[in-house]
């Protein structure tokens, strides 16, 4: 049966990926993006998902716009929160700013959409929550304090909302992509990207839509009796 999707941060790199997979399998898709309008505007056009802008940062705004979507969808079937951000600093150096920042987006935007879609999902005992973390959120990442410990974060609420929601028929996973290809990593040199891929068993960098397979079986019923997983999708970096 086709599927009620909720994707965070959809507009572009794993996001879009994962707009553009559920889409091909026939499920309706509704994704909420930030700032990036033109991206998120030939996105929905393309595929026919819906756009919805939001400053996920916000507790209300997050609220507003699971509400919204599922108006438009009649209810969310899957929540999966992929919005996030990165940034590149010494430890010494991470502002109070930058700090509070990277927690409300990566992490707060996460477990306030959590909360508000568990709503519904509880009353119809059945749902799916899939957190996108990081492969730093297990290991730690040095001059990414602050997002290691926000990705570390998703992965503490993934086993935790997974005991509490599992009686309701509900399941929470989480994957930690490794180095994808995406924009986010645009800021690393050729030499960078490429001293990472040998550092990968699997020699290569990854792409998006390898993580939006992940994502869609465990959305899909062939892992109805999967949860409290932390996946890693990182050729085995992480190893």
């Known amino acids: 049966m086709n599927k009620k999707i909720l994707i965070t941060g959809g507009s572009r790199g794993i996001g879009a990926a994962l707009v553009r997979k559920f889409i091909s399998e026939g499920d309706r898709v509704a994704f909420i993006y930030r700032n990036r309008h033109e991206d998120a505007e030939k996105l929905s056009k393309d595929t026919g998902a819906l756009a919805f802008c939001a400053d996920l940062s916000a507790a209300s705004e997050c609220i507003k716009a699971v509400n919204t979507v ?141 993580v939006a397979d992940l994502a869609f079986y465990l959305a899909s019923d062939s892992a109805s009796f999967i949860t409290g997983q932390i996946i890693s999708a990182d050729g085995g970096f992480a190893v």
Not at 143 to 153: D, L, N, T, W
Not at 176 to 188: D, K, Q, R
């Open 70 to 210: 599922s108006e438009h969808l009649g209810g969310i079937d899957v929540l999966i929160n992929n919005a996030g951000i990165a940034q590149f600093s010494l430890f010494t150096d991470i502002s109070d700013e930058d700090w509070n920042s990277m927690i409300a987006i990566n992490l707060s935007a996460a477990f306030f959409c959590s909360r508000e879609c568990a709503k519904q999902m509880i009353s119809k005992k059945q749902g799916r929550i899939i957190n996108i973390s990081s492969m730093w959120g297990i290991t730690g990442a040095s001059c990414e304090v602050h997002y290691s410990a926000s990705k570390a974060g998703l992965i503490g609420m993934t086993k935790a909302l997974a005991k509490e929601l599992g009686p309701s028929n509900i399941t929470v996973n989480c994957i930690c992509p490794g180095v994808i290809e995406t924009e986010m990593n645009a800021h690393l040199s050729a030499n960078d990207l490429s001293a990472l891929a040998e550092e990968t068993p699997l020699c290569r960098l990854g792409k998006p839509e390898e």
